[in-house]
């Protein structure tokens, strides 16, 4: 079933794939220069310093790269054997970011542990240790997950506690990544389709449910529906943002030359840094951003899928979930800011401001790396 799923990848086994190191490598160098472009006017009227945040953003890709090399010198069946403890691990996180003095409360949502001098998003945190937890678990339970529903519910039992805590913050966008990665993990691994289809059901009529009730959720998927209507009100930042798509046309405004990051759209440098990226290189260079995404993700599908036919259930796992958690995010974002999708806050990995996502993505990164490099070791 796990051959048939991704048969049509064509894969080439490499010793520690290069191209998938090359995409990381431009991804992150995409990132640092719209992160300076998007935010050098902001900073400099703010904090008087236009390299503000691009200092910090340096600071943090430094972290991570030290972080990642750290994680990648670990063998993958130590990250299997202590997976139950990162599953106590994220959920403490997440209760303790609840906690008042110890979660810190940013534009009214408590997602912030305070660590004095900076401040790490706990669902960040919670998102590495979630998916090595339903790597292993998957691996280890495979034939229960799929043939028994109470493997099936145990998951999802798992799941449901991490999305409630996640809500509680609340952090609606974090909560929906994690819960479309651990389905995709889920169908990978074999899980029969109707099972497939009653938790894909049951997190739709949640989700809908959720955004209902909450009249913030549901005015901003009013505003999605028309932002035209609502432009000076909760429609502000959508319509700012597709002005700033307008404003690209085929091949933008170029590096430098955005308007909308000049204080009219909020969150410039970080949410809707795609924006200011469409306006500044156009429809063209949107287009191959989006490809570049592609091919990185579709190099750890591939890698996965090479584990997997080796029975390295848990590395093929790993990979497959990091590499479905890149793609969820990834498409999430730019969905939000084209106005495909309603207003989340959520990051676009590896490009936009932020030291808790860019330290995370270097941390399921360099895991994707150690796991290709035992595979290589094999040939």
Not at 320 to 341: D, P
């Amino acid at each position: 079933m796990i051959s048939q799923a991704l048969a049509s990848i064509s894969v080439e086994n490499t010793t520690m794939d290069r191209s998938l190191i090359a995409a990381a490598a431009l991804l992150l160098s995409v990132g640092m220069v719209m992160v300076a472009s998007s935010s050098m006017d902001f900073a400099f009227a703010t904090y008087g310093d236009p390299w503000f945040f691009v200092k910090k953003q340096c600071l943090f890709l430094c972290v991570g790269i030290l972080g990642g090399a750290i994680i990648a010198s670990v063998p993958t069946d130590i990250w299997q054997k202590y997976a139950g403890v990162l599953l106590l691990v994220g959920l403490v996180l997440l209760l303790a970011v609840l906690v008042p003095g110890i979660g810190k409360v940013v534009n009214g949502s408590r997602r912030w542990l305070d660590l004095g001098p900076v401040g790490i998003q706990a669902s960040e945190l919670a998102k590495f240790c979630f998916i090595i937890y339903f790597a292993s678990y998957l691996a280890r339970k495979n034939e229960e997950v799929k043939a028994r529903w109470a493997g099936f519910f145990k998951m999802v039992m798992v799941l449901g506690l991490a999305a409630i805590l996640l809500l509680a913050e609340p952090d609606f966008g974090s909560a929906v990544v994690l819960s479309m990665t651990l389905s995709c993990m889920m169908f990978v691994a074999g899980i029969p389709v109707f099972r497939f289809a009653i938790i894909a059901l049951f997190g739709l009529a949640s989700m809908f449910s959720l955004a209902y009730l909450s009249p913030y959720r549901w005015e901003r998927i009013v505003a999605f529906m028309d932002p035209w209507s609502r432009q000076f009100d909760s429609g502000y930042q959508l319509v700012q943002s597709l002005i700033a798509f307008g404003r690209g046309e085929w091949f933008g405004a170029g590096l430098g030359n955005s308007l909308q990051k000049l204080f009219f759209l909020p969150e410039a440098h970080t949410d809707f840094i795609f924006a200011i990226y469409a306006e500044e290189f156009g429809f063209v260079g949107a287009i191959l951003l989006v490809v570049l995404y592609g091919f990185f993700v579709w190099r750890m599908i591939a890698l996965a899928r090479i584990a997997l036919s080796r029975q390295k259930l848990f590395s093929g796992f790993l990979v497959f979930g990091i590499a479905g958690m890149f793609a969820m995010q990834a498409f999430i974002n730019m969905g939000v800011a084209s106005g495909l999708l309603p207003t989340k806050g959520l990051t676009l990995p590896l490009i936009s401001y932020g030291g808790s996502s860019l330290l995370i993505c270097c941390l399921l990164i360099a895991l994707v790396f150690r796991v290709s490099w035992e595979e290589s070791e094999i040939e």
